[in-house]
Nanobody, 111 residues
Framework: QVQLVESGGGLVQPGGSLRLSCAAS????????VNWYRQAPGKERDLVAS???????YYADSVKGRFAGSRDNAKNTVYLQMNSLKPEDTAVYYC?????WGKGTLVTVSS
């Protein structure tokens, strides 16, 4: 059974950092394309970052230079390091791979 589980969200002040995790079972994240999306209240779900199986990455302009993805193949987990967080980064963050989705983790950036 395929399962993606996000964690690491929480409340952080503007300018702070968080690291989100997406742990998988049933999918080898080491070779899969993994996407991070976010959905703010009342808004559509937007693509934030992609980590492709070949090693390349994509970041939305709104997070470029502040967010960075990485993988831990031994743990079958991908991470999204988020730095210099802004209030507009507040959203539920989801990871997705091979049409499977996690349930999301809430990130709130507020003073």
């Amino acid at each position: 059974q395929v399962q993606l589980v996000e964690s690491g969200g929480g409340l952080v002040q503007p300018g702070g950092s968080l690291r989100l995790s997406c742990a998988a079972s049933g999918i080898p994240l080491s070779i899969a394309d993994v996407n991070w999306y976010r959905q703010a209240p009342g808004k559509e779900r937007d693509l934030v970052a992609s980590m492709f199986g070949g090693g390349s990455t994509y970041y939305a302009d709104s997070v470029k230079g502040r967010f960075a993805g990485s993988r831990d193949n031994a743990k079958n987990t991908v991470y999204l390091q988020m730095n210099s967080l802004k209030p507009e980064d507040t959203a539920v963050y989801y990871c997705s791979a091979r049409s499977y989705w996690g349930k999301g983790t809430l990130v709130t950036v507020s003073s």
